[in-house]
């Protein structure tokens, strides 16, 4: 396993030895505690430090394992954030409501869009817009062409003929067919 893979196996930021410092364990311990909270402010200060320090140790050059460490870490931390948004869509938010100044009550109030948004990213084949669902493999033999209109009329001449051929072969056998068609009414 590489350290792009995992925020524990990284190569440490060399900075000047400090006991107030950046050290190697501090480095360790702040990735973990970020993989575990997702709150950069948080993960510093559970180790002794300041997000802005933070932030300078991820931007410093020679940095480049630290700051995959540190995005792994985040991606570990986003099960939180989605824990998160389901049960805002599933229980709501909590929202005050005010009569003359003081709080008289509160409503649950459901973000419909939150709720549409995890619909589609988590049942995508049911719930997205047609246009951003990706088609499957096309059925052997379908294309995209549609059959010209003189292609379309000449199937219907087809059955026309075949309509015709029944109509006549009815008349032979004795069958009284409704003739609408203007020449075999003045013959009859």
Known sequence: MTAQNHPSEFTPVSVRH??????????EAFLKALANCGCVTHAAASVGMSKQSAHNLYNRPGAASFRRAWDAALDCALRLVEDGMWSRAINGVARPIFYKGEQVGEYRHYDNRLGMFLLRY????????????????????????????DASIGALDFYL???????????????????????????N
Do not use: M
């Not at 006991?19 to 480095?27: K, P």
């Not at 817009?129 to 033999?141: M, R, S, W």
């Not at 075949?162 to 013959?187: H, I, K, P, Q, Y």
């Open 18 to 27: 400090r006991h107030d410092g950046w050290t190697v364990e501090r480095q």
């Open 122 to 149: 988590r049942r995508p084949h049911r719930y997205a817009e047609p246009a951003t669902i990706v088609p499957l493999a096309a059925p052997k033999g379908w294309n995209d062409e549609w059959p010209s209109r």
């Open 161 to 187: 003929e075949d309509l015709e051929d029944e109509s006549e072969l009815a008349r032979d056998e004795g069958v009284n067919l409704v003739n609408f068609d203007a020449e075999e009414t003045d013959e």
